[in-house]
């Protein structure tokens, strides 16, 4: 296109120049029109200029190409933003620049773009909130209590005065409990860069612990206990050599184990009567936290089949907030008198009113039991009542009687220690009130029990005990109701147990 207006403009320039001489006429007859040199000259810069001016200015493919440009960008623009027009020069400059950028990076109005941005901004200003927090509280540091530490001594190791340890446990309320930290607990401390005790945690377990924070007075603190999950669990098995081996196989803890003796502790001697072939099922709780299993909660309900007769217990709690448990038809598993108040390993003597005195190689007569358990194992009370002495006898060594309702007396000898009950002092079922010895007339480590009724010995192991009180009337409806589903659970835990089996 250039060269045609090139051209274009030569040809006129020698038309104009022509058009001066008159056709036809001859060099020879008229005078020879002449332009002056100076003219010719501004003709032709004329010409120039125009064809450069033309070339300068953009072709249509150009001007559209430009539109297109302008159009892909604001299709990118939000909604809500109004496009703004900017004819300029430096505006059209400016939009070539952000038509490069944003054809060389990702859209940043994608939402992965906008949400990863987010994101980052977001962790950001947590990493500066935690910067700033861990440079006016500090950093935390643990420390797990062993034995033989103290609170003094920990502290110390902080390099936290004793003035520290004064405010820490003069906190009302809570400060004492720190008196009696214990091997596995542990202690978080958290001090800022000037060396002060910010923040302070005691954890005596993983749902219990006191937290502590300084303020203008010393210190103050709460009390953080953490609520478990809660599962039911079911379990079952079949005795062949002991409880406890059954009771391993089953999954149980020996906690549990022990549990279960207890419930069915007043109709089972689990020493004498258990026999192979006997069974138990049990439905009890699990506690966790954070999906780990922090420990076992209480046995719900449970059947113990002994020499072909089944015993089933029954958890109820009142409405009076007391709990125990009952058979289904409400008669308490509790007996007014526990059978064995200790824990042993065998029975070395059994009542026997011809019995040859081991020491006096006599026939004196044996009035009550004699169970042979470790040294300083815990003697429980059998039953409530007041203590009638507590002391020393000879033969008997250091013995405790004890008064209960219906004029029966309950003898407890050989102790080696008391557990400093005076005259008169009312005890309760199950509490300690001695630990085996082998005191007075003793030749080894044994407890000496005798029952009495009404001053006539009685033998411990097969008298009848009184039954503790029933479910109240007002109470059996609530009673029935709970029984009614722990029976139904049982029977349909067993059942899957069964089909899976």
Do not use: C
């Not at 496009?83 to 940043?108: C, E, L, M, R």
């Not at 009696?180 to 860069?193: A, D, K, M, W, Y």
């Not at 009113?353 to 470790?374: C, E, I, M, S, W």
């Not at 029966?408 to 010895?437: M, P, W």
């Amino acid at each position: 296109m250039i060269i045609i207006y090139t051209l274009h403009i030569t040809y006129s320039v020698n038309a104009l120049m022509n058009s001066r001489i008159p056709q036809g006429a001859t060099r020879d007859h008229r005078r020879r029109i002449k332009f002056p040199r100076q003219h010719l000259l501004l003709a032709s810069t004329v010409a120039f200029s125009v064809i450069s001016t033309m070339a300068l200015l953009p072709s249509g493919d150009v001007e559209a190409k430009r539109n297109e440009v302008a159009m892909s960008i604001d299709a990118f623009q939000p909604s809500s933003v109004e496009p703004v027009i900017n004819d300029s020069p430096a505006s059209f400059a400016g939009d070539k620049a952000a038509t490069t950028t944003t054809d060389a990076t990702a859209d940043v109005t994608d939402p992965t773009t906008l949400a990863a941005k987010r994101a980052e901004a977001e962790a950001k200003a947590l990493a500066q909130q935690a910067y700033e927090e861990e440079q006016r509280l500090g950093r935390w540091h643990t420390v797990t209590i062993r034995s033989g530490d103290n609170l003094s001594a920990l502290f110390n190791a902080q390099k936290l005065s004793a003035s520290v340890v004064y405010q820490i446990t003069s906190t009302p309320e809570f400060g004492k409990a720190l008196a009696h930290i214990l091997p596995g607990q542990s202690l978080e401390f958290r001090i800022n860069p000037q060396g002060v005790l910010t923040q302070f945690r005691y954890t005596k377990s993983k749902l219990e612990s006191i937290f502590f924070s300084k303020t203008d007075d010393g210190y103050q603190a709460e009390l953080v206990m953490l609520s478990p999950q809660v599962k039911t669990a079911f379990a079952s098995s079949t005795i062949e050599s002991s409880l406890f081996t059954a009771s391993q196989k089953a999954g149980l803890s020996e906690n549990l184990t022990m549990e279960l003796a207890g419930i069915f502790g007043w109709d089972i001697d689990f020493v004498q009567d258990i026999r192979s072939g006997d069974s138990f099922r049990v439905l009890f709780e699990e506690n966790y936290l954070d999906d780990e299993k922090l420990n076992d909660g209480d046995i719900l309900a449970a059947s113990f089949t002994n020499q072909g007769q089944t015993f089933t217990a029954i958890r109820f709690t009142d409405s009076q907030g007391n709990t125990d448990y009952y058979s289904p038809d409400g008669k308490s598993m509790k007996k007014a008198f526990l059978r064995t108040p200790v824990d042993f390993t065998r029975i070395s003597s059994r009542f026997n009113p011809n019995r040859l005195h081991p020491v006096f190689k006599t026939k004196r007569p044996h009035r009550g039991v004699d169970y042979a358990a470790p040294m300083n194992t815990p003697i429980k009370a059998a039953g409530d009542g007041r203590i009638q002495f507590s002391g020393w006898q000879n033969g008997f060594g250091n013995v405790v009687y004890i008064q209960h309702p219906n004029n029966i007396v309950t003898v407890y000898a050989h102790a080696n220690k008391l557990a400093g009950l005076k005259k008169g002092q009312r005890v309760r079922q199950g509490q300690v009130i001695a630990y085996v010895g082998k005191t007075g007339w003793a030749t080894g480590p044994h407890l000496h029990y005798e029952f009495r009724v009404n001053g006539q010995h009685r033998n411990p192991m097969t008298v009848k005990l009184p039954d503790a009180a029933p479910i109240a009337k007002s109470e059996m409806a609530a009673f029935s109701k709970v029984s009614g589903q722990m029976i139904a659970l049982l029977e349909k835990q067993s059942d899957t147990m069964l089909a899976l089996q």
